[in-house]
């Protein structure tokens, strides 16, 4: 039976636009093709494998340029987007019903400013209390889609594959979710009614299955 949800963060419930940050990259000069030639160092920072200054220094050595911390972070973070408070009374639905858990590929940059976002936009509420734990890519040096991510997360819950959801709007970690036998659903938009639909869908046939 489902006994947990586990949500992905960028894309499901903070409104996300990779591609603000791509064109704040290219206006101070970091166009598409270095920042796919300098991918391993975009992994490593959000494995937790190199530290904001490391990160920012590197971008300096890329682009040979004396940019400043805030000009590097400011277009880092520009993909970071808003959240709507709908989304907030949604995961309180879920956990009336469920184990709730937030798992993100993320790093410490966009996580300090997403917390300064949140607490100054919902000053009555505490993000952590959300969810059951929080797993964030940068804290745990593991990434998605690799299984040993999911294996991770199964072991530190306690939970078998098959009692668990995992939402996501990334295809290639839905399929690494898929690989260890998790269930999934690709959110082909944010986390909605139609979301909470599809929970219910996969948890009513489970229910009907076992009866």
Not at 71 to 92: T, V, Y
Not at 133 to 143: E, F, G, M, T, V
Not at 183 to 191: G, H, K, S
Request: charged share 25%; glycine share 4%; aromatic share 10%.
């Amino acid at each position: 039976m489902i006994s947990t949800i586990i949500l992905d963060l960028g894309g499901v419930i903070l409104n996300l636009d990779q591609n603000k940050t791509f064109e704040e990259f290219t206006r101070i000069g970091l166009g598409l093709e270095e920042m796919s030639e300098h991918e391993k160092m975009f992994h490593d920072f959000e494995k937790g494998l190199i530290n904001d200054s490391t990160f920012r220094n590197n971008i300096r050595s890329i682009l040979k340029k004396d940019l400043t911390d805030h000009q590097i972070d400011f277009a880092w973070n520009a993909m970071l987007l808003d959240l709507p408070e709908e989304r907030l009374s949604l995961i309180k639905q879920l956990q009336n019903k469920y184990e709730v858990y937030l798992l993100s590929n993320t790093n410490s940059i966009h996580i300090s400013a997403f917390d300064l976002y949140f607490n100054s936009v919902f000053e009555n509420e505490n993000w952590n209390a959300f969810f059951n734990k929080i797993y964030y890519s940068h804290q745990i040096n593991l990434r998605k889609p690799d299984a040993s991510i999911y294996e991770f997360v199964l072991n530190d819950i306690g939970k078998k594959p098959g009692e668990c959801i995992f939402i996501d709007d990334n295809e290639s970690n839905i399929a690494g979710a898929d690989k260890c036998g998790i269930r999934t659903i690709l959110a082909t938009q944010p986390l909605s009614e139609i979301t909470m639909a599809q929970i219910n869908f996969i948890h009513s046939n489970l229910q009907r299955l076992n009866s």
